[in-house]
Nanobody
Framework: QVELVESGGGLVQAGGSLRLSCIASGRTYNSFAAGWFRQTPGKEREFVAAISWSGDSPFYGDSAKGRFTIARDLAKNTVYLQMNRLKPEDTAVYFC?????????????????WGQGTQVTVSS
């Protein structure tokens, strides 16, 4: 089992930036990639971005392309999500997740472990 703890959420005005962090612990050697998802009430979790721990092939959901950047620090077992030019529609709880799979990483069903989530609120 991989334990994940997110931080960095908060309230920001539209056009602003936030950086989310996710620290992984436990059986991290079982983790192939880490991803970020977001969820609003009544909706399914939406894929935001994912990256392998090797750093290869960061992958983005349509809502993140051109504005968000995912990165990882292997020495710190930490994954970051830099979010720029935030919009009110980015408001959601953002979850970090870990997967042992090397495919299907844009699907929430592929992930084995989840963090508790961090709230991001973007005001207009």
């Amino acid at each position: 089992q991989v334990e994940l703890v997110e931080s960095g959420g908060g309230l920001v005005q539209a056009g602003g930036s936030l950086r989310l962090s996710c620290i992984a612990s436990g059986r991290t050697y079982n983790s192939f990639a880490a991803g970020w998802f977001r969820q609003t009430p009544g909706k399914e979790r939406e894929f935001v971005a994912a990256i392998s721990w090797s750093g290869d092939s960061p992958f983005y959901g349509d809502s993140a392309k051109g504005r968000f950047t995912i990165a990882r620090d292997l020495a710190k077992n930490t994954v970051y999500l830099q979010m720029n030019r935030l919009k009110p529609e980015d408001t959601a709880v953002y979850f970090c997740a870990s997967t042992s799979r090397d495919s299907g990483i844009s699907s929430a069903a592929s992930y084995d472990s989840w963090g508790q989530g961090t709230q991001v609120t973007v005001s207009s």
